[in-house]
């Protein structure tokens, strides 16, 4: 089992930047690591991918501004938010899951707010 807590949201003015970690309280360097955010009343949608082998996949809103790192000797994941716009207002909760999402795991979240 491991446990997954994300730090780093908060309020920010739009063109404002934020750095969220996740802090996992096992090694994750075989699984495969995520960061997800879900905006009120919507679905939790993929933001961007740091595999276990070293690839890195950003979903399209997030390239030039979202940075995904991960630091396996740390047991911990990073997104590194540049140039926030409104929309990009919601939970973010990072997940790491082994081969075929087995085993799955995601935190609690932390809450980004972009506003003026």
């Known amino acids: 089992q491991v446990q997954l807590v994300e730090s780093g949201g908060g309020l920010v003015q739009p063109g404002g930047s934020l750095s969220l970690s996740c802090a996992a309280s096992?090694?994750?360097?075989?699984?495969?690591a995520y960061w997800y955010g879900q905006s009120q009343g919507k679905q939790r949608e993929f933001v961007a991918l740091?595999?276990?082998?070293?690839?890195?996949y950003n979903e399209e809103f997030a390239r030039g501004r979202f940075t995904i790192s991960r630091t396996d000797e740390k047991n911990a994941l990073s997104l590194q938010m540049n140039n926030l716009e409104p929309d990009d207002t919601a939970v973010y909760f990072c997940?790491?899951?082994?081969?075929?999402?087995?085993?799955?795991?995601w935190g609690q979240g932390t809450q980004v707010t972009v506003s003026s």
């Open positions: 740091a595999g276990s082998d070293g690839t890195i």
């Open positions: 997940r790491v899951t082994g081969i075929a999402c087995v085993p799955n795991y």
């Open positions: 096992g090694s994750i360097a075989n699984y495969q």
